[in-house]
């Protein structure tokens, strides 16, 4: 096996972040000459007073603007289709998508789909898009999955009962716009689960297998843990410590809602170079079967995971516990870090045992044997597991 030397750092092209920034919108989109663009929103969030105000401004700027809202949560490959029939009959130059990464996600596919044809499918797995994507813009109204920077996308495929993710470095958006207002509106449900899942893609991007020890025969998603992430999961995980319970629970502390959406991007800063693993694997099947929320199944699961990771990362665990508590390194054990993480799970409403999200005994095996074929999850999660690993593992979460 050959191993890496070296690593590589990707983000997207362009990123403002900030109270207002979202006020850059409109000169953006003229300084890149688009005169037709698509907004890729949802229901609620085309409500939103500052949405339905930027979209005035780009009108108001002479830039034609479509409004697709039929997305919708953790969304199909036909809510994909859908939007990118409606681009189409717009004949739109750009794509822009505000939501959380439900939504941001479909605008990634419909931005292939508009440049390269074809259907969502044609796209799944890794690096099958053959080039640059149409001009792509992405507005999080969530501080979680951090996917205005990072290259994947991801869809349910409701027959066949697993998440699909298309992985492409043109995936990162060219823009990035970052304004914690957007996120002021997230009801507690909405800011626990994505604000856990943002600190599951810190604490894998952490603990995943280091670049060095990953082979470099063929192409791969992503690249292993490195210093450069570390730094940024850590400043993650340290956030997201101090901050994830009281924008839970105190919508209105802005100062917590800022630091969570900054907090959120860095860590997808994280996992979309250095990836995410095993607790993404498991959610992919068990997402698509009881359609729990993508950062629920996480936030859930997390606990369980760090455990079965602890004999390969004791290290990193340790030192995960210390920033989450903001107590000296040195100070916590790999299982402090994993009662902190039950503990929050309990103070911020999420459910602790799969049963609970309706997942059943012949589930089990089922998911087992679906994580374990993602083969680019299972080749840098922190411990390999195998099967029988995985159904022990699901077993003792529900
Ligand atoms: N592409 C990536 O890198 C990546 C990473 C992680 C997760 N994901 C995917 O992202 C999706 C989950 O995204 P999410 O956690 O951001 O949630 P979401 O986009 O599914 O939104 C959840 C709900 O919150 C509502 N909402 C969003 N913003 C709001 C606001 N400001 N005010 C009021 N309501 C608001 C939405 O309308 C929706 O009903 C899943 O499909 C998951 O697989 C993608
Ligand atoms: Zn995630």
């Known amino acids: 096996m050959n191993t890496n030397p070296f690593w590589k750092f990707s983000t997207a092209g362009n990123i403002y972040f900030g109270r207002g920034s979202l006020s850059k919108l409109a000169e953006e989109i003229q300084g890149r000459k688009l005169e037709r663009v698509i907004v890729i929103t949802d229901a609620i969030v085309s409500k939103l007073d500052l949405v339905q105000q930027s979209i005035s401004e780009m009108r108001s700027h002479g830039i034609e603007v479509a409004v697709f809202d039929g997305g919708e949560a953790e969304p199909s490959i036909d809510v994909a289709e859908r939007a990118t029939q409606r681009a189409l009959e717009t004949g739109a130059q750009g794509v822009i998508g505000i939501g959380g990464g439900s939504n941001m996600d479909v605008a990634k596919v419909v931005a292939i789909l508009l440049k390269h044809g074809g259907g969502p499918a044609d796209y799944f797995g890794f690096n099958r898009v053959p080039g640059t994507i149409a001009p792509l813009i992405a507005i999080p109204t969530t501080s979680g999955t951090g996917s205005e920077v990072s290259h994947s996308a991801v869809l349910t495929d409701t027959a066949a009962q697993i998440k699909v993710s298309t992985l492409s470095p043109h995936l990162r958006p060219s823009i990035a716009i970052v304004d914690s207002r957007l996120t002021d509106s997230c009801p507690a449900r909405v800011t626990a689960h994505s604000g856990i899942d943002a600190l599951v893609h810190a604490i894998e991007a952490l603990t995943n ?94 606990p369980y995971v760090m455990e079965f990771n602890k004999p390969n990362c004791e290290v990193a665990l340790a030192k995960i516990g210390s920033l989450l508590t903001g107590k000296q390194e040195g100070s916590c054990t790999a299982d402090d870090a994993v009662d902190y993480v039950r503990r929050l799970q309990a103070k911020i409403g999420i459910r602790a045992r799969l049963s609970e999200l309706g997942l059943t005994a012949e589930h089990i095996p089922v998911v087992a044997s679906k994580a374990v074929q993602i083969e680019r999850l299972m080749a840098i999660t922190a411990r390999r597991p195998t099967e029988s690993d995985l159904v022990a593992l699901i077993t003792k979460a529900m």
């Open 209 to 302: 297998k280091a670049f060095q020890t990953l082979s470099t025969d063929g192409p791969r998603a992503y690249e292993g843990a490195y210093p450069f992430t570390e730094l940024l999961a850590c400043e993650a995980i340290r956030q997201i410590g101090e901050n994830l319970e009281r924008a839970v629970h105190t919508p209105g502390d802005t100062k917590a809602r800022d630091s969570m959406a900054y907090a959120a991007m860095l860590a997808g800063m994280a996992f979309s170079n250095s990836g995410v693993g095993l607790v993404h694997a498991i959610e992919y099947p068990i997402g698509a079967i009881t359609h729990c929320s993508h950062g629920e199944g996480n936030g859930l699961l997390l």
